[in-house]
């Protein structure tokens, strides 16, 4: 089947979701990355679980993507359906301690919204710029914490279309890891659980800004990256340090590839200039891998995915 005659069956089962040649380098965080043929934009968990089966059906490429938070993507673009996870999935209900929340929404806002309620635990990502479905995928956080230990109930669909859920100990939560990073199911709903704070508003408030403070002496906010590119080993941290702080100390920091460069701020950051292409982020990843590697003796893992031409995402 051809590329138009993909989009126009598309268009017809899902209409008023489906946008063609779009541009990724406009879509993508590190602005890196060629045109997607087809982006798909579902509004609700039903309708992306009927969209899942629609492309199970008929065996063709295709990815889910969020915020793009820790995704690279291909020059040459996307010969994949992409299915986006954005503002549609932006839900967000509060009873008690409990925040039911869909995977589109921005996790400061979600950090605000709680503390404003009186509520404790997710502090630490009042300055991460993401959505909470790539956030929870990651369990991610910061101040070395994980947003998975308030996680009650994780609703995903499969990619035959079938809803599921998933308890704290099914989604196999540790370090920046979940079950949903090699499943290849969709997380479509959230259930946190907070705890009442001890403190006032305006102290939480307080700590919040002294978070986002520190975030902006240390980290770039004005220029395109992903955030932190490689993961922290807990032994290499212990016996060296942080990788921003070995990636330094090797020597790295500052170190540019046409438009791509290891942030002067921080060095686990690479950031883009201008035009950076996928090519000069890559090669930096894999000369700061091969560096500290012969200096240290450790491989760091990288955070960051790379997103092929035909919808394959891939470890770095």
């Not at 009873?95 to 929340?101: L, S």
């Not at 290849?184 to 002294?210: D, H």
């Not at 997103?307 to 770095?316: D, H, L, Q």
């Amino acid at each position: 089947m051809g590329l138009n005659a993909i989009f126009r069956d598309l268009a017809t089962a899902f209409p008023n979701i489906v946008q063609q040649n779009v541009p990724l380098n406009e879509v993508s965080r590190w602005r890196i990355g060629g045109t997607a043929d087809i982006v798909v934009s579902p509004r609700n968990i039903q309708e992306l679980a009927q969209l899942r089966k629609w492309i199970f059906e008929r065996n063709l490429p295709n990815i889910v993507f969020g915020a793009t938070s820790n995704l690279l993507f291909d020059d040459h673009g996307l010969r994949a359906i992409a299915i986006h996870i954005g503002s549609n999935f932006a839900t967000l209900d509060m009873q008690d301690q409990y925040i039911t929340a869909g995977p589109g929404v921005w996790v400061p806002g979600l950090a605000r919204t709680a503390m404003l309620a009186g509520l404790t635990g997710i502090e630490h990502t009042c300055g991460i710029p993401g959505t909470l479905g790539g956030l929870v995928c990651m369990n991610g956080g910061s101040q070395r914490k994980g947003i998975g230990t308030h996680v009650q109930l994780i609703r995903s669909v499969d990619e035959q279309g079938n809803i599921k859920e998933y308890t704290p100990a099914e989604c196999q939560f540790s370090y920046r890891h979940s079950i949903f990073q090699n499943n290849n199911e969709v997380i479509a709903g959230i259930v946190l659980k907070l705890e009442p704070s001890t403190t006032s508003v305006a102290e939480q408030r307080l700590e919040m800004l002294k978070i986002l403070r520190d975030r902006r002496h240390k980290f770039p906010l004005k220029l395109p990256n992903c955030g932190s590119v490689f993961v922290s080993n807990p032994a290499m941290y212990e016996n060296y340090g942080p990788p921003g702080k070995v990636i330094e100390q090797v020597g790295l920091k500052g170190t540019r590839i046409g438009d791509a460069e290891i942030c002067y701020l921080h060095a686990n950051f690479i950031v883009n200039n201008g035009n950076a292409k996928a090519n000069d982020v890559l090669t930096l990843i894999n000369l700061v891998r091969e560096t500290v590697y012969k200096k240290t003796g450790y491989l760091m893992a990288v955070e960051a995915k790379f997103v092929n031409n035909t919808g394959g995402i891939i470890s770095i």
